[in-house]
């Protein structure tokens, strides 16, 4: 495969949720051409009391057209695009 690309990654707090709550999420992206080849969105809504909880939700995760489930799956999916 003759293409550059990149793994852009954002954490970000939604400010209308929980105080402790965050998303992840992950784009694959091919430079030159500006298209996207994969895309994961991940929640987190943390609670503290009565003890630490962290609720995860995968929202999105698929690469080049084939759906995944978890970080680690399209982190795997993804392996081939990132490497020589």
Not at 28 to 46: K, M, P, S, T
Not at 50 to 76: A, I, L, T
Request: charged letters at 25%.
């Amino acid at each position: 495969m003759n293409k550059c690309f990149i793994v852009v990654e954002y954490h970000s707090k939604n400010p209308l949720e929980n105080a402790n709550s965050w998303a992840n999420q992950m784009y694959l992206y091919d430079v030159q051409e500006n298209l996207e080849y994969g895309r994961f969105i991940q929640r987190h809504n943390i609670t503290i009391s009565p003890q630490f909880h962290d609720d995860e939700k995968v929202d999105e995760c698929v690469v080049n057209g084939k759906q995944c489930k978890s970080p680690d799956e399209y982190n795997q999916m993804i392996h081939q695009y990132m490497s020589d």
